[in-house]
């Protein structure tokens, strides 16, 4: 799959916790810097405290082989115990502009919940990458001719990170212990 075709990849697990338990946990967004492989710290925006529609979120993160940035997330949907989404945006313009002159979207993240048919809970994580460019773009700009291997590897790298956040939660639901 190419960059501009929006790669997605998506993860579930089925939590033996009810939606309400799993959602307090889901929607504590500093949290997740709990069990994400490259999350490390959220600071809320603007006055916000947690997440709501047009609430935004500086996310400070680490990788072995990229080093540490920052990003800012808008929470662009928001339906308590069903659905939290947010888009990843390059407010800095590090890799340029959508075309209106907005900050480019870098990729939109998602957790949805629904009451699983035996009881519990069905927890999925998505992302979709792009459609705005990203540091995935550079890789791609040296070594255009393995565009499809390196959009492979990292939908991989990110599969593999909400496996681990994913985990934690249910852990952490299960458990019934408050992140």
């Excluded at 959508?98 to 992302?127: K, Y």
Aim: charged share 25%.
């Amino acid at each position: 799959m190419r960059y501009a075709d929006q790669p997605a990849t998506h993860r579930e697990v089925r939590v033996a916790a009810d939606p309400a338990r799993v959602w307090e946990i889901v929607a504590d967004v500093p949290a997740m810097t709990r069990w994400s492989p490259e999350l490390e710290r959220v600071e809320w925006c603007d006055g916000a405290t947690g997440p709501a529609l047009g609430a935004r979120y500086t996310g400070h993160n680490r990788h072995p082989v990229n080093g540490e940035w920052r990003t800012v997330s808008e929470i662009t949907e928001y339906a308590p115990g069903r659905t939290l989404t947010w888009c990843v945006l390059d407010v800095d313009g590090r890799f340029g502009k959508a075309p209106d002159g907005s900050a480019s979207r870098m990729a939109t993240w998602s957790f949805t919940l629904s009451p699983a048919p035996e009881g519990g809970t069905v927890l999925r994580q998505s992302v979709t990458i792009g459609p705005g460019r990203s540091g995935l773009s550079a890789y791609i700009e040296q070594h255009p001719e393995r565009e499809e291997a390196i959009v492979a590897f990292r939908l991989d790298e990110l599969g593999k990170g909400m496996e681990a956040t994913l985990g934690g939660i249910k852990e952490t639901a299960e458990g019934d212990r408050r992140p």
